[in-house]
């Protein structure tokens, strides 16, 4: 028997019951699409904390609390970042690295009848967009070192304060409250956008001094070192560990680079979609065996069916071909519908987080549709080509 008569058998029998049909691609459509959403979601995290880190620069050094990106912002870590230490550290690099300490609060801030009680202020230095690429404004200036050293209480707003607030206006010069504090507005941070359901522009920056009087705050979320060549990098990584070495130990801090920071973050990613995609196939198993089951019945179903084709000289392959080729059938057609039901909901998914639909995953998915159809198919239709036609014959 050809390839193409059996497909006409299997795609009738198939057909001819529609509803059980469905409900069998059914489990396999699930598992497929759960595949894909989530291993393209654990993609997408991965490609824009790549682009993030990317981003900072590559001259870029972060310094943290903890003794690594797991445990620097984890329950129970002991922050012994201070802004004397972040002082001392610019003092001793002040010719070969700009050093912004960051500390972040979550406050409010008003402008006449308008208060936003979510609003991180953000305590930084002069050096800030110095240190960091994306520390640049749209309007106005970012703060001075002699605004800074003066005490006076000036403020960089966030591009979604600014539309939120003042639209058309010019806000420079105008005065907003940061907690019970009123600032002077002196610049508008360019935007940043909105990733992760977190809105980067929704800030407030303000002096360091500012931040440690207002809120009593005296430890820094990270310290940002830009050194001021790519060659200078080693150098500076290395006095930074030796400044912060004489009053922490290797324990309460850690040097991040761009490059140790995408290694580490590759690692979590990675686990993490190996986790997602673990999780999705365990519904794509449970596919599978829906359909052996099915296709079980269906033998059973078919008994006579298949000792009339023997008796009128079928073989034993012919039989296991057909009932073979249905199980595939029926878990490639449910891949498919999977793979463009994934596919699209992933592109739905990153107009809100963040989501990369992936060539391997789509192959992935395809290869395991096509898989599950030849083992879980396997055994029901070596148990057809095995019939007796004698025994099938009989069968009531």
Known sequence: MNIKELFLLSTKAIFANKLRSFLTTLGITIGVFAIIVLVSIGSGLQAYITNEISSLGPNIIDVIPGNSLFTAFGPGTQNKLTIPLARNLANRLVSTAQVAPLAEVLTSVKYKNIEDKNVYAIGTTYLYPKAVTYGKTVMGNFFTQGQEQSGIKVAVIGYTIYTKYFKNQNPIGQKVFVGNEKYTIVGVAEKSGVSLGVDHDNVVYIPLEAVHAQFGVDRLTEIVVDANSRELLPFVKKQINTVLSKDLTQDEFSIQTGETLLDTVSKITNMLSLALGGIAAISLLVGGIG??????????????????????????????????????????????????????????????????????????????????????????????????????????
Do not use: H
Not at 317 to 335: H, R
Not at 370 to 379: E, L, P, S
């Open 291 to 396: 359909v052996a089951n099915i296709m079980l019945v269906s033998v059973t179903e078919r008994t006579k069916e298949i000792g009339l084709r023997k008796a009128l000289g079928a073989k034993r392959s012919d039989i296991l071909k057909q009932f073979l080729l249905e199980a595939v059938m029926l878990s490639l057609t449910g891949g498919i519908v999977g793979i463009i039901l994934g596919m699209l909901a992933s592109v739905i998914i990153a107009m809100i987080l963040v989501s990369s639909v992936t060539l391997w995953s789509v192959l992935l998915a395809f290869c395991f549709s096509v898989a599950v159809g030849i083992v879980f198919g396997m055994a029901p239709a070596v148990r057809a080509s095995k019939l007796s036609p004698i025994d099938a014959l009989r069968y009531e």
